[in-house]
């Protein structure tokens, strides 16, 4: 077992995401890859330039652990080549392939880097992380996703946002607005919030407390129809006050210890694909979706899934201020039956998540591990999608796994009802506004597409790559342990998971496409990737 774990470095991260994004999205599909000799060689067939990197081992499942130094030919030699020159590389290949220019792409891979070196520099300032392991493991994504051109990109100078960063292991106080009845706007379980109104500061009568971000309070501040109302009386700024919070991976979604709940704010930032925005029928269809999930996971000892009884926002004739306000109430985690750990932290090659788990000490006990872990994850999640036309979104930032005191999964926590979706045809959503619908529904078969790749290509690949970098010879067998768990699971004879056992490529997000595309999220298309179920 490795003892050290592998030191982050900006040029390196930015590098390896680059190559990562072009091995799968671009090589790939293409067939312009050699693997042997601990090295990766790649064609961009386009640009017809030939790279290659270390290999820390043949791969198993669509993900290769690339190592620097990455290099390029250059007529009989190979010269090095850094993250600025793979960025370079990228974009011309893309501008080929698509026929499209992207001005704003080199930006943004250099924004996400330099956003790298201000997280890495704030860590080293502070000496240690949260000694809560769940908070931890939300704020360890120093990184960020490895399948995407500019992980870490944030608008603004690192001094404006680093105090809201969770990679820089930070915490801070809302901002609390106070809201007249009349430019109230809400949905839901309006008693969902009382635990966290008890800790904010104190409003007149007439008025309901309103927690915001501080960074988004900052960015909405000056829109004349909040200045207006601000000047009334309609709203009532109260400063920043109350309970601690903790920013979680996902930037914009804030852990509150004291009142064990979540905040989902609206963050107009572009984080990875999307601005982080609750759109009004995100805001209504959380508390929809929440009252209509409830039997889908009743009943359940291995999953569960975060409710979101409860949205508030103000109803201000101004959608940006309408939507950039809204919060969406999340269920916290003290009553799980163990200490949650977010998937991605266990996935991060760089992070120490995985191996601070006693089981993972030994080959035998990573075995057992992983076992209890792929069925937990993969389970609840062909049911739901099987038995009632549910589409979660279980990828790694998505999913927490609850740890029993010996380090042993126990239970598979999904949350997120923005990416939850319904399929169309199967349930009967008659009674909700139209846009509201629209956002909840996805035919049937992208969202058989979203699963697989949320399940097997973002999520178990990821995680079982991370255990086979502790014990190096497993990988083959951990994907033997998720074929024999399908193989045994109550959906074996479904015809989809009949493909997948036969060994149907996986449908792998084309990130690096979207964002060149400039395309919405919901928008991203999926190239073919290997699909190791039936080696
Ligand atoms: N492997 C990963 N897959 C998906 N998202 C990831 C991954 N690693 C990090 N992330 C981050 O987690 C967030 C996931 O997106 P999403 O669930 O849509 O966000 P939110 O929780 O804010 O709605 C993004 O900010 C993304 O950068
Ligand atoms: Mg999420």
Known sequence: MLLTRRIVTADDATTTSLLNCLVRE?????????????????????????????????????????????????????????????????????????????????????????ALRAILAAREQTAEGSADAFLASEQSLVSGHRFHPAPKARQGAPGEWLPYAPEARTRFRPRWLAVRADVLAEGGDAAAFAELEALGPSVPPEYTLLPVHPWQFSLLSGRPLLRRALASGGVRDLGTAGPEVFPTASVRTVYVPSADVFCKFSLDVRITNCV?????????????????????????????????????????????????????????????PGTPLLAAALADPYGTALSALAPLATPEGAAAWWDAYARLVLRPVLAAYLDHGVVLEPHVQNVLMVMDSGGMPVRAVFRDLEGTKLTAGRW??????????????????????????????????EVAAAVADLH????????????????????????????????????????????????????????????????
């Open 26 to 114: 671009v090589c790939v599909p293409d067939r312009q890859v050699w693997a042997g000799g601990g090295r990766l060689v790649l064609r961009l067939p386009r640009a017809g330039v030939l790279l290659r990197a270390g290999l820390a081992r043949p791969p198993v499942g669509p993900t290769y652990r690339l190592r620097a130094p990455v290099e390029e030919r250059r007529a009989d030699a190979w010269i090095p080549a850094g993250w600025e020159r793979i960025a370079d590389l990228a974009a011309g290949e893309l501008e080929l392939a698509t026929g499209r220019a992207n001005p704003e792409f080199s930006a943004q891979v250099r924004d996400s880097h330099a």
């Open 276 to 336: 982080r925005k609750n759109s009004w029928y995100e805001l209504d269809g959380a508390v929809h979706l929440n009252r209509l999930l409830g039997e889908v996971f009743a009943g359940h000892d291995g999953a569960a899934l975060l409710a979101e009884p409860a949205y508030r926002t103000v109803a201000l004739a101004d959608r940006a201020l309408y939507e950039g306000f809204g919060v969406i109430l999340r269920e916290g985690v003290r009553n799980l």
């Open 428 to 461: 009967n959503l008659a009674h909700l506004p139209a846009g509201v619908r629209d956002a909840l529904t996805y035919d049937a078969e992208r969202g058989w597409n979203r699963v697989v790749y949320c399940l097997f290509v973002n999520h178990l690949t």
């Open 472 to 535: 190096p010879t497993l990988e083959r067998e951990l994907w033997g342990t998720v074929r024999r768990e399908l193989d045994a699971s109550p959906h074996a004879d479904r015809p989809q998971v009949r493909a997948l056992l036969a060994g149907v490529p996986f449908p792998a997000k084309a990130n690096l496409r979207a964002r060149w595309a400039r395309s919405a999220d919901r928008a991203a298309t999926y190239v073919p990737a290997r699909n190791p179920l039936a080696n």
